[in-house]
């Protein structure tokens, strides 16, 4: 156990990498661990009991590295597990220690993009099934319509760099219509998957241009600064060294690195951690 108390950051994957890489720039100094479970990844076709067991289970490896607290950088996981952990877990011997997801935060501001109030929410199947976005936005912006579209195929296309290749124009734009078909009135589409940033111009270039894109890095990071003010006994308890540590669940390191590098936008080097 170390003597610092860093910020825990984790996803299934790569894909909180670039909600790190927000929360880094927004929040410089203080100590952060990523821990990616990419060994099980993706997250997005598991089931409810599965990812709540998955994402608990590396909850508390980061609370074990002294992390008094660890945000969610994953849709799915925030969809399908952060409620349980916050209702169940917490209380059963970790009441000290606070778990946050993207989705709430996200959900509290994007009704303010729309001018229409009609907006679009493109995520992994988990996501869209649990309807965390539906229930969460209209407690927020109860005038505003919200249409999901599941688009499996992109995560698997992002993580094996198939993504800014030409082949992966025919998913992207068979996504984009299905979501689209639902209204003509859309003028707004959430990334509700960290991954997404990686082929948001792509995405854009398949969209007419009264329609924006949102991503949740500097949303998410942005309430996190916002928590972390309203929360002084938390903020007080994190050490600020400018450390960063990478963790991941796969043996191959050097891949994850590889990958890693991409999303984040800076060299990362990892360690690892069977589960």
Same mark, same amino acid.
């Given at each position: 156990m170390s003597s610092q108390k860093?910020?825990? =950051?984790?996803?299934? @994957?790569?894909? %909180?990498?670039?909600?790190?890489? +927000?929360?880094?720039?927004?929040?410089?100094?203080?100590?952060?661990?990523?821990f990616g479970d990419n060994s099980r990844a993706p997250y997005g076709n598991r089931s409810f009991k599965n990812i709540h067991h998955y994402t608990w289970e590396c909850v508390q490896w980061l609370f074990k590295q002294d992390c008094p607290l660890v945000i969610l950088a994953c849709n799915t996981a925030s969809a399908k597990a952060l409620r349980t952990i916050q209702q169940q877990d917490l209380p059963n011997g970790y009441a000290d220690k606070r778990v946050l997801g993207v989705i709430r935060?996200?959900?509290?501001?994007?009704?303010?993009?729309?001018?229409?109030?009609? =907006?679009?929410?493109? @995520?992994?199947? %988990?996501?869209?099934?649990?309807? +965390?976005?539906?229930l969460e936005i209209a407690k927020f912006f109860p005038e505003v319509?919200?249409?999901?579209q599941a688009c499996p195929l992109w995560v698997p296309l992002i993580e094996n760099g198939e993504h800014d290749k030409p082949g992966a124009d025919y998913f992207v734009k068979q996504y984009l219509d299905g979501i689209l078909g639902k209204s003509n009135s859309i003028d707004t589409l959430l990334l509700a998957c960290t991954h997404y940033p990686l082929i948001q111009e792509k995405i854009k270039n398949y969209l007419p241009e009264?329609?924006?894109?949102?991503?949740?890095?500097?949303?998410?990071?942005?309430?996190?600064?916002d928590y972390l003010k309203r929360h002084p006994e938390i903020e007080q308890q994190l050490t600020k060294n400018n450390d960063r540590r990478f963790f991941t669940t796969t043996d191959d390191t050097d891949d994850f690195d590889k990958q890693a590098s991409m999303f984040f936008n800076e060299e990362v080097k990892s360690g690892y951690v069977a589960v």
């Open positions: 860093p910020i825990g =950051i984790f996803d299934s @994957g790569y894909g %909180g990498l670039t909600v790190f890489r +927000s929360i880094a720039d927004q929040l410089p100094g203080y100590d952060y661990i990523y935060p996200t959900a509290e501001v994007i009704g303010n993009y729309s001018s229409n109030k009609e =907006i679009g929410i493109l @995520g992994t199947k %988990g996501t869209v099934q649990s309807e +965390s976005y539906l319509k919200a249409y999901q009264n329609i924006q894109v949102i991503a949740q890095g500097d949303i998410v990071a942005k309430s996190l600064t």
